[in-house]
């Protein structure tokens, strides 16, 4: 390096002092005497250059490595959790649709109810999608809409249900010939309602543009997800006053029945008794499976953990799976024909039965 720079400067002087001709003789002495000065001046300067493409040819490929996204294991159990959703209430859907006898107004309604259940466990597929393969806002939208849909019309189906037990008993005369009206009227009026309450985040009712006005459930901001929680529980209370009015019939029926036979049979005891627990475990079902979610709506926000949001989400979402098993598949004629659709055959033993006060 020092022969180099010694080269250089005698080439500087030697261009001050001399002509032209003495100016390439200078030079080309300098480049005779010093060779080995420029081999190693070009071999320093390749060397460099080398490195730093090295270093940039590095840089370039830090910058180009993905990074590997984590999983949550949550959000995976969700999306298995809705894929069973979506398979369970399929089955109901297509029993109810291909079995011409299932066409009475109760048998809608379950095949509503199936329907949103259905929706839902789709809408958790999309959402793990959206999370973690498409990027975009206006799909996030449109992922918790769909959501939001679905499980509104799930729990509105559930009333649904419940005041079309409380009309079969209470207008027995005439629920066969007026039900069918009331029926498709409500199903409208209901999913109407879900449909618009779905909307409401891509109509602008979200938190996209301030994340600090989030919910547990982003992005559906606070006040949304109270409002929507205060009218769970008031349909909560709705379907609780009109269980107990159920109850109340069947047992006013029970007791005309013991009055007119003198006594009571052991199995109108058994069936009173049959439809007093089965009432007790929709209601303690439902609530179990909602109403912490609801309450945790109310006090909680985007800071929150996260952890609380998935333990209380979680039940609710699991509560339709346990749909088709309170309202389709203990049902005589859903159970019968799903036994038809399996087996082909049908046993002896397993005939159609009239309703009793327990099927309520």
Request: glycine content about 4%.
């Amino acid at each position: 390096m020092c022969l180099a720079w010694d080269a250089f400067l005698s080439l500087i002087y030697s261009s001050s002092s001399l002509d032209g001709r003495g100016m390439e003789k200078q030079a080309r002495s300098v480049v005779v005497i010093h060779p080995p000065a420029v081999a190693m001046s070009n071999l320093l300067q390749n060397t460099s250059l080398l490195n730093w493409d090295v270093l940039e040819g590095r840089n370039s490929s830090w910058e180009l490595e993905p990074v590997p996204t984590i999983v949550n294991p949550w959000d995976v159990l969700l999306c298995v959790t809705g894929t069973l959703m979506s398979c369970e209430n399929a089955v109901v859907i297509a029993l109810i649709a291909y079995t011409p006898t299932l066409r009475a107004p109760m048998f809608v309604l379950i095949g509503s109810l199936a329907f949103a259940d259905l929706l839902a466990g789709l809408g958790l597929i999309l959402n793990f999608i959206v999370t973690y393969i498409i990027d975009s806002g206006f799909v996030t939208l449109l992922s918790a809409g769909l959501l939001i849909t679905a499980f509104s019309a799930s729990v509105l189906n559930i009333l649904a249900i419940t005041v079309d037990r409380y009309l079969s008993l209470y207008n027995a005369l005439t629920y066969h010939t007026e039900g069918s009206v009331f029926t498709y009227i409500t199903l409208m009026l209901m999913w109407v309602i879900s449909i618009v309450l779905g909307l409401l985040p891509v109509l602008g009712w979200n938190c996209l543009e301030d994340e600090s006005t989030c919910s547990i459930c982003r992005p559906v901001n606070k006040n949304n997800a109270a409002a929507l929680a205060v009218s769970f529980l008031l349909i909560f209370a709705l379907i609780l006053q009109l269980y107990l009015q159920i109850c109340k019939i069947a047992f006013r029926h029970a007791q005309q029945i013991a009055v007119q036979r003198q006594f009571m049979t052991a199995s109108h005891s058994s069936s009173t008794t049959k439809g007093v627990s089965t009432l007790t475990t929709i209601l303690g079902t439902f609530a179990f499976c909602w109403i912490p979610l609801a309450m945790y709506s109310l006090v909680a926000d985007i800071r929150s953990p996260v952890i609380y949001t998935y333990a209380t989400a979680l039940p609710a979402i699991c509560h339709s799976i346990i749909n088709p098993m309170i309202y389709a598949f203990r049902n005589p004629e859903i159970l019968r024909s799903l036994r038809i659709a399996c087996c082909w055959c049908m046993p002896y033993s397993f005939t159609m039965r009239p309703r009793t006060p327990s099927d309520v």
